[in-house]
């Protein structure tokens, strides 16, 4: 299953439009998530036929909405994925928030998809052994000395290929990994 990821688009709608074209258009993405920063942005995401998850950021008011939930655990093309924005707790996470690091709540969960850090990146943990990956920021054309990207995840039973994609289509690295 091909599964769009983008994290940190911070209100900029054409950018985030131009990563859904490029997802559904160019690689026929069957899912997009949004990690959050901002958590509106993803309402605004117009993809008929795609299913889209989101989480909020912790830069925005969704954060703080008790009713939206900070992270969750999906399962897609075999593999489950815990998404947040956050590769770890933080001083503000609620009790019943999962934790990104914590060997039981990773028991299930094959990788941690997670933004914030506007850096794209995907690497195993030594300790946990669980996958994390982060698909960079939509913010702008460079943010953070990092330019704008996004990823594709390829997952099946088993496997899980990451793609990362600049806002000119153009792939940027590629990391698989077997689950």
Request: glycine residues 8%; hydrophobic residues 40%.
């Amino acid at each position: 299953m091909k599964i769009g990821v983008m994290s940190d688009t911070h209100g900029n709608l054409d950018a985030m439009n131009e990563a859904v074209r490029i997802m559904i258009e160019d690689h026929n993405v069957e899912a997009i998530i949004h990690l959050g920063d901002y958590f509106n942005d993803a309402e605004a995401i117009d993809a008929a036929g795609v299913q889209i998850y989101a989480v909020p950021g912790l830069f925005e008011n969704a954060w703080n909405d008790p009713t939206i939930p900070r992270r969750k655990k999906i399962a897609l093309g075999g593999a489950t994925f815990l998404i947040s924005h956050t590769s770890h707790k933080t001083s503000e996470d609620r009790p019943d928030d999962f934790d990104p690091m914590s060997p039981k709540d990773l028991s299930d969960v094959d990788a941690v998809l997670y933004g914030h850090t506007h850096k794209m990146e995907s690497s195993r943990n030594d300790i946990n052994g669980t996958l994390y990956i982060c698909p960079g920021h939509v913010k702008s054309d460079l943010d953070r000395n990092m330019p704008a990207s996004f990823c594709i995840i390829d997952a099946s039973p088993g496997e899980i290929m990451v793609r990362f994609y600049g806002l000119d289509g153009e792939m940027l690295d590629n990391a698989h990994f077997t689950i």
